[in-house]
């Protein structure tokens, strides 16, 4: 089981990940939000600098504000709970945690439940 992110309001589901750069072997760990909303999955833009990834295509994507920008697309293996999913295409955005979308929460069976905090006087 995992925890949720309460730094932010309402709290969000998330989740430890390794991301490999799979031409060099690199990897990094970190912070997942759960987003099922997303078709794709998206990497911080220092993730991508720090993992010395090369564009390997582009793509059109648009995000809540239904607006279309070609953005390059990143070819990485996604490691999360001791399940690897190889050559997963990603695309990087200004943020500090990585957004899980349907292309790598359909390889699983998720349950989401966030429990408050019971506090006693």
Same mark, same amino acid.
Do not use: C
């Given at each position: 089981?995992? %925890?949720?992110? $309460?730094?932010?309001?309402?709290?969000?589901?998330?989740?430890?990940?390794?991301? *490999?750069?799979?031409?060099?072997?690199?990897?990094? &760990?970190?912070?997942? @939000?759960? /987003?099922?909303? +997303? +078709?794709? =999955?998206?990497?911080?833009? $220092?993730?991508?600098?720090? #993992?010395? #990834?090369?564009? *390997?295509? /582009?793509?059109?994507?648009?995000?809540? /504000?239904? @607006?279309?920008?070609?953005?390059?697309?990143? %070819?990485?293996?996604?490691?999360?709970?001791?399940?690897?999913?190889?050559?997963?295409?990603?695309? +990087? =955005?200004?943020?500090?945690?990585?957004? #899980?979308?349907? /292309?790598?929460? &359909?390889?699983?069976?998720? *349950?989401?439940?966030?429990?408050?905090?019971?506090?006693?006087?």
């Amino acid at each position: 089981m995992y %925890n949720y992110d $309460t730094s932010v309001v309402p709290p969000a589901a998330s989740l430890p990940v390794q991301i *490999t750069n799979p031409e060099t072997g690199v990897a990094i &760990n970190m912070l997942a @939000k759960i /987003d099922s909303g +997303a +078709a794709m =999955s998206v990497l911080p833009q $220092t993730a991508v600098a720090g #993992l010395a #990834l090369e564009p *390997t295509g /582009d793509i059109l994507a648009s995000g809540y /504000d239904r @607006k279309m920008t070609l953005l390059p697309t990143y %070819n990485v293996t996604v490691a999360v709970a001791n399940y690897t999913i190889q050559d997963v295409e990603l695309i +990087a =955005s200004p943020r500090a945690y990585v957004l #899980l979308g349907r /292309d790598i929460l &359909n390889h699983f069976i998720l *349950t989401l439940e966030w429990q408050k905090p019971h506090f006693r006087p």
